[in-house]
């Protein structure tokens, strides 16, 4: 089975077992299962359930991960809120 692919794709190409690239390197379809399953697990190690939640992830605007409080302990203690 030979199909050259278009657009985004453009330059790659499949070519019997193989999905070969622009500058000519092949990839059997076990490598590729490899590849994927090997992404798959990195982001569930990272916390994401699939690539779009990652991405999604990744183009929110970031939140501060820590809040700091200041608080001055002996108004704390003289005001009796620690007893409470």
């Not at 330059?11 to 500058?23: C, I, T």
């Not at 690539?51 to 108004?75: H, N, T």
Request: glycine share 8%; proline share 2%.
């Amino acid at each position: 089975m030979n199909l050259d692919f278009e657009d985004e794709w453009y330059g790659w190409r499949l070519r019997g077992r193989h999905l070969v690239s622009e500058d000519g390197q092949r990839m059997t379809i076990e490598r590729l299962r490899g590849l994927m399953w090997r992404d798959k697990m990195e982001l569930r190690r990272a916390g994401f359930a699939s690539r779009r939640a990652a991405e999604l992830a990744r183009a929110a605007p970031s939140r501060p991960l820590v809040k700091v409080l200041v608080i001055d302990l002996g108004e704390y203690r003289h005001r009796g809120v620690a007893a409470s």
